[in-house]
């Protein structure tokens, strides 16, 4: 069973374009979170969206991101007009149901030049 | 969730025990303890979780205090490949609004060779 997977690996973008990071839940996992972890700094929660409906949102800056886990293929965290400050990894985790265990994919370092 | 305090650091020489302490004094009856560990550079691993009675598995055992506020993860055989940061987090499992995971500042165990 493969774990959670994201991808790119690694992403470049430059100050003003858009980001897109993916993620794959674990086969049968309907659940998918989001976590943010700056540099030198802790992970902090960002989104928790099931099948096409987010639930818990509260981490989330108010503007340019947004998060999407359609009926068909990936979660979506979309970053819009990057600013260096969103430099960081960004971790997709999933479950199998609320409340179950999460486990985490290798995430996605965003460097924003 | 309620807030958990760990040692900033600790040091065990490889093959040893690594034992490390939590400390959730306002932990409430339905909220369970898990850890977590992020090695340098990687996704966080779940570990082991546990409400009040110990619990093993493959990667460690989880101690908890009869009053369940506090509890150990043991590390019996400690290898240089457990270097990482442990994270102690405590949430509730089944029911309530939040499925997020809180993670604090972690322990970061050295296993020395």
């Known amino acids: 069973n493969a774990g959670v997977m994201q991808n790119p690996r690694h992403l470049v973008r430059r100050r003003g374009q858009e980001a897109r990071l993916r993620c794959s839940p674990m086969k049968g996992h309907s659940h998918v979170y989001w976590y943010r972890q700056l540099p030198e700094e802790g992970l902090k929660f960002m989104v928790y969206l099931q099948k096409e409906n987010i639930i818990d949102e509260s981490g989330m800056p108010k503007e340019r991101f947004s998060a999407e886990f359609p009926k068909e293929g990936p979660s979506i965290l979309r970053i819009q007009q990057v600013v260096r400050g969103d430099s960081a990894a960004y971790f997709c985790?999933?479950?199998?149901?609320?409340?179950?265990?999460?486990?985490f994919g290798p995430g996605t370092r965003l460097l924003v030049l | 969730d309620a807030k958990t305090t760990q040692p900033t650091s600790m040091d065990c020489a490889e093959g040893r025990a690594a034992n490390l302490p939590c400390n959730h004094s306002t932990i409430s009856g339905n909220e369970y303890v898990y850890w977590y560990r992020q090695i340098h550079s990687q996704g966080p691993q779940y570990i082991i979780h546990g409400l009040k009675n110990n619990e093993t598995n493959e990667m460690a055992s989880l101690i908890i205090t009869e009053d369940r506020k506090s509890s150990t993860l043991i590390l019996p055989h400690a290898t240089l490949r457990d270097t990482a940061v442990y994270y102690c987090i405590v949430r509730v499992r089944g029911g309530g609004a939040t499925n997020k995971l809180i993670f604090g500042t972690g322990t970061l165990l050295a296993v020395q060779p």
């Open positions: 985790a999933s479950s199998p149901a609320h409340q179950e265990t999460q486990y």
